[in-house]
Protein backbone atom coordinates (compact mmCIF):
# COMPACT_ATOMS: atom_id res chain seq x y z
CA UNK A 1 0.00 0.00 0.00
CA UNK A 2 1.61 3.09 -0.72
CA UNK A 3 1.47 6.36 1.38
CA UNK A 4 0.99 9.61 0.59
CA UNK A 5 4.53 11.35 2.41
CA UNK A 6 5.27 15.02 2.19
CA UNK A 7 8.33 16.51 3.44
CA UNK A 8 8.83 19.38 5.53
CA UNK A 9 12.44 20.87 6.19
CA UNK A 10 12.21 24.06 8.05
CA UNK A 11 15.43 25.82 8.00
CA UNK A 12 15.73 29.66 6.92
CA UNK A 13 18.80 29.15 5.02
CA UNK A 14 16.95 26.56 2.37
CA UNK A 15 14.23 28.23 2.37
CA UNK A 16 16.06 31.50 1.53
CA UNK A 17 18.33 29.07 -0.77
CA UNK A 18 21.50 29.34 0.30
CA UNK A 19 21.96 26.16 2.08
CA UNK A 20 21.03 23.17 0.38
CA UNK A 21 18.80 20.81 2.40
CA UNK A 22 20.56 16.71 2.95
CA UNK A 23 17.95 15.82 5.99
CA UNK A 24 15.09 15.73 3.27
CA UNK A 25 16.30 13.78 0.53
CA UNK A 26 18.21 11.51 2.66
CA UNK A 27 14.41 10.71 3.95
CA UNK A 28 13.45 10.14 -0.04
CA UNK A 29 16.23 8.07 -0.60
CA UNK A 30 15.71 5.34 2.19
CA UNK A 31 12.28 5.83 1.85
CA UNK A 32 11.80 5.37 -1.92
CA UNK A 33 10.04 2.09 -1.76
CA UNK A 34 7.76 2.56 0.85
CA UNK A 35 6.16 5.99 0.81
CA UNK A 36 4.90 8.11 -2.56
CA UNK A 37 6.39 10.92 -2.23
CA UNK A 38 3.89 13.85 -3.31
CA UNK A 39 5.99 16.96 -2.67
CA UNK A 40 8.67 18.51 -0.77
CA UNK A 41 7.89 21.89 1.10
CA UNK A 42 10.91 24.37 2.40
CA UNK A 43 9.64 27.38 4.90
CA UNK A 44 11.21 29.15 7.16
CA UNK A 45 12.04 28.73 11.28
CA UNK A 46 8.84 30.56 11.70
CA UNK A 47 6.29 28.62 14.28
CA UNK A 48 3.29 30.14 12.41
CA UNK A 49 4.55 29.46 9.01
CA UNK A 50 5.32 25.59 9.81
CA UNK A 51 2.44 25.37 11.74
CA UNK A 52 0.21 26.39 8.07
CA UNK A 53 2.72 24.48 6.48
CA UNK A 54 1.64 21.30 8.43
CA UNK A 55 -2.31 21.78 8.91
CA UNK A 56 -2.38 22.25 5.14
CA UNK A 57 -0.69 19.28 3.91
CA UNK A 58 -2.48 16.87 6.39
CA UNK A 59 -5.51 17.29 4.45
CA UNK A 60 -4.09 15.50 1.57
CA UNK A 61 -1.50 13.17 3.38
CA UNK A 62 -0.71 10.09 5.36
CA UNK A 63 2.54 11.04 6.31
CA UNK A 64 4.73 14.33 7.36
CA UNK A 65 8.31 14.09 8.01
CA UNK A 66 10.06 17.29 8.67
CA UNK A 67 13.87 17.29 8.90
CA UNK A 68 15.68 19.50 11.04
CA UNK A 69 14.63 22.78 13.28
CA UNK A 70 14.52 20.15 16.62
CA UNK A 71 17.97 21.14 18.50
CA UNK A 72 18.53 23.97 20.78
CA UNK A 73 18.54 26.92 18.73
CA UNK A 74 16.23 29.56 19.38
CA UNK A 75 15.00 29.58 15.96
CA UNK A 76 14.59 25.18 16.60
CA UNK A 77 10.77 25.67 16.60
CA UNK A 78 9.17 22.65 14.67
CA UNK A 79 8.71 20.63 18.03
CA UNK A 80 6.37 23.35 19.07
CA UNK A 81 5.11 23.91 15.88
CA UNK A 82 4.22 20.19 15.52
CA UNK A 83 2.43 20.02 19.24
CA UNK A 84 0.65 22.76 18.54
CA UNK A 85 -1.46 21.07 15.35
CA UNK A 86 -1.55 17.38 16.48
CA UNK A 87 -4.23 16.07 18.36
CA UNK A 88 -2.31 13.05 19.94
CA UNK A 89 1.33 12.60 20.92
CA UNK A 90 3.37 9.08 19.66
CA UNK A 91 4.79 9.22 23.09
CA UNK A 92 6.04 5.47 22.18
CA UNK A 93 7.58 6.21 18.58
CA UNK A 94 9.28 9.46 20.41
CA UNK A 95 10.61 7.03 22.75
CA UNK A 96 11.42 4.49 20.05
CA UNK A 97 13.51 7.12 18.22
CA UNK A 98 15.12 9.04 20.93
CA UNK A 99 15.95 5.81 21.99
CA UNK A 100 17.72 3.95 18.77
CA UNK A 101 19.52 7.44 17.70
CA UNK A 102 20.75 7.53 21.29
CA UNK A 103 22.62 4.25 20.87
CA UNK A 104 24.35 5.39 17.81
CA UNK A 105 25.74 8.75 19.19
CA UNK A 106 25.17 10.61 22.90
CA UNK A 107 24.42 13.88 21.06
CA UNK A 108 20.90 12.37 20.33
CA UNK A 109 20.38 13.80 23.54
CA UNK A 110 20.03 17.36 22.16
CA UNK A 111 17.29 16.08 19.97
CA UNK A 112 13.71 17.42 20.97
CA UNK A 113 11.68 15.95 17.82
CA UNK A 114 8.53 14.49 18.30
CA UNK A 115 5.61 12.57 16.78
CA UNK A 116 1.77 12.83 16.77
CA UNK A 117 -1.20 12.63 14.65
CA UNK A 118 -3.08 14.93 13.34
CA UNK A 119 -6.98 13.51 12.01
CA UNK A 120 -5.54 10.78 9.72
CA UNK A 121 -1.92 11.93 9.23
CA UNK A 122 1.07 11.01 10.94
CA UNK A 123 3.80 13.43 11.52
CA UNK A 124 7.24 12.92 12.31
CA UNK A 125 10.06 15.38 12.98
CA UNK A 126 13.80 14.21 12.65
CA UNK A 127 17.01 16.15 13.00
CA UNK A 128 18.24 17.45 10.13
CA UNK A 129 21.65 15.55 9.42
CA UNK A 130 22.00 13.05 7.02
CA UNK A 131 23.05 9.87 9.37
CA UNK A 132 20.43 11.20 11.98
CA UNK A 133 17.99 10.69 9.10
CA UNK A 134 18.84 7.39 8.48
CA UNK A 135 18.72 6.16 12.16
CA UNK A 136 15.16 7.36 12.89
CA UNK A 137 14.02 5.79 9.52
CA UNK A 138 15.04 2.90 11.29
CA UNK A 139 12.77 3.05 13.86
CA UNK A 140 10.14 4.14 11.63
CA UNK A 141 9.73 1.74 8.62
CA UNK A 142 8.36 -0.69 10.42
CA UNK A 143 6.03 0.34 12.14
CA UNK A 144 4.55 3.50 10.09
CA UNK A 145 2.44 0.94 7.26
CA UNK A 146 0.81 -0.49 10.57
CA UNK A 147 0.19 3.26 11.88
CA UNK A 148 -1.41 4.68 8.76
CA UNK A 149 -3.36 1.53 7.84
CA UNK A 150 -5.30 2.19 11.87
CA UNK A 151 -5.57 5.79 11.25
CA UNK A 152 -6.75 5.09 7.95
CA UNK A 153 -9.24 2.18 8.33
CA UNK A 154 -7.40 -0.35 6.10
CA UNK A 155 -6.22 -2.41 8.09
CA UNK A 156 -7.22 -6.11 8.09
CA UNK A 157 -5.81 -7.39 11.17
CA UNK A 158 -3.44 -9.88 9.74
CA UNK A 159 -0.39 -8.07 11.42
CA UNK A 160 -2.10 -8.38 14.98
CA UNK A 161 -3.14 -12.12 14.28
CA UNK A 162 0.62 -13.14 12.97
CA UNK A 163 1.44 -11.09 16.41
CA UNK A 164 -1.23 -13.35 18.72
CA UNK A 165 0.36 -16.16 17.00
CA UNK A 166 4.08 -15.60 17.97
CA UNK A 167 6.14 -17.19 20.55
CA UNK A 168 8.53 -16.06 22.69
Given at each position: ????????????????????????????T??????????????????????A??????K?????????????????VT???????????????????????????P????????A???D????????????????????????????????????????????????K
Amino acid sequence: MEKLCIFIPPFDSCAAGTREDLGGPAVVTTSFAFLFVVSTVIVPDEMNLIEAALIERCKYSDVIITTGGTGFSKRDVTPEATINVVDRRCTGLEVALHAHSLAHTPMAALSRAVAGIRDRTVIVNMPGGVRAVQEYWEVIEPVLNHAVSLLTNTDDGSLHLSMASMTK
